[in-house]
């Protein structure tokens, strides 16, 4: 079965340093690849996606990632960290068996220090 | 364009009670998934409506059950509530593709005591 993978719980960043939250998934077939974020007592809010195409994907508030098929990767980055990023990150895939479901990471809980 | 409304917010029952969740999906889209969030098991996908007719679901037990109807609003239930059925509700609408967003409401917390 398909699954995701979030290396880390909590990632911890001085603020305009470097954000890299990591995720792999395991699938012969790439999947559509998702980022979503969730601050607190809020639903989820879609950062980026991957479908087809360019392999680095843009997304809002300046994060991006790039889908690697070779590492079954899409790690997620940010060149500069601010204080409103601090909230839960997930990655997620939809697996391409027209099954429409979200298969979510565990999720990576971004700190980000003054 | 409103968005994905949940009600209600947050809720609270005892074991052995039932219990309906509603949601409202963006206008247009069709589908209407649900997923259960707990601390413990993280983000679980229910099951995923599309024009009235339940096209997935997870691996939940028959407890819970859900439905849509022909305004794309959906509902979901769980009977006999156990403790552990303590959660976040997240309900999102879609276009119906795999590849479209699912757009996320803000949940319905659901305590059982």
């Known amino acids: 079965a398909q699954s995701v993978t979030q290396l880390g719980s909590h990632v911890s960043v001085s603020e305009g340093a470097l954000v890299l939250l990591r995720c792999n998934y395991s699938?012969?077939?790439?999947?559509?690849l998702f980022w979503y974020v969730q601050y607190p007592n809020q639903g989820l809010q879609l950062l980026l996606k991957?479908?087809?195409?360019?392999?680095l994907v843009k997304g809002i508030n300046g994060f991006e990632a790039e889908f690697k098929k070779s590492e079954t990767s899409f790690h997620l980055t940010k060149p500069s960290a601010h204080m409103s990023d601090a909230a839960e990150y997930f990655c997620a895939v939809i697996p391409m068996d027209s099954s429409y479901k979200l298969i979510f990471g565990s999720g990576t809980r971004l700190l980000v220090r003054p | 364009k409103a968005g994905v409304t949940q009600t209600p917010r947050y809720l609270i029952k005892t074991r052995g009670q039932q219990v309906t969740l509603s949601c409202s999906p963006i206008?247009?889209?069709?589908?209407v998934s649900w997923y259960q969030q707990t601390p413990g098991q993280g983000l679980q996908f229910l099951f995923e409506y599309f024009s009235e007719t339940q096209r997935n679901k997870g691996n939940f037990p028959g407890r819970f059950s859900g439905r849509q109807f022909s305004n794309s609003r959906s509902e979901m239930n769980v009977s006999t509530l156990e403790l552990g059925d303590s959660a976040l509700y997240l309900c999102?609408?879609?276009?119906?593709?795999?590849?479209?967003?699912?757009?996320f409401g803000p949940g319905t917390r659901l305590t059982v005591l």
């Open positions: 699938s012969s077939v790439p999947p559509y």
């Open positions: 206008s247009g889209h069709r589908s």
């Open positions: 991957y479908t087809t195409g360019a392999t």
């Open positions: 999102a609408s879609s276009g119906g593709d795999s590849y479209n967003e699912q757009f």
